[in-house]
Nanobody, 118 residues
Framework: QVQLVESGGGLVQAGGSLRLSCEAS????????MGWFRQAPGKEREFVGG????????TYGDSVKGRFTISGDNAKNTVSLQMNSLKPEDTAVYYC???????????WGQGTQVTVSS
């Protein structure tokens, strides 16, 4: 079992920045990729971005590409999501996820609220 805990959410004005963190614990050896998703009320869960621990490669959803950056710290078992140039449409609950391969996210955090005001 892998436990994921997100932190760093909050309220920010449009154009501002936030940095989310996700700390993993438990059977970390089972994880291969970690990703961020978000979900706004009445909308489907959306892929934000992910990172491959072994290769270091990252991918991003089109809506955040160029504004958000994912990074990992193996020593701390932590991944971060740096969010810049935030827009009101970025408002959502952001979830950290982990799994054994791309597209197979088995473990999820509790989520952290990000609210961007106009």
């Amino acid at each position: 079992q892998v436990q994921l805990v997100e932190s760093g959410g909050g309220l920010v004005q449009a154009g501002g920045s936030l940095r989310l963190s996700c700390e993993a614990s438990g059977r970390i050896f089972s994880t291969y990729v970690m990703g961020w998703f978000r979900q706004a009320p009445g909308k489907e869960r959306e892929f934000v971005g992910g990172i491959n621990w072994k290769s270091g490669s990252t991918t991003y959803g089109d809506s955040v590409k160029g504004r958000f950056t994912i990074s990992g710290d193996n020593a701390k078992n932590t991944v971060s999501l740096q969010m810049n140039s935030l827009k009101p449409e970025d408002t959502a609950v952001y979830y950290c996820a982990a799994g054994g391969r791309w597209g197979s996210y088995e473990f999820w955090g509790q989520g952290t609220q990000v609210t961007v005001s106009s």
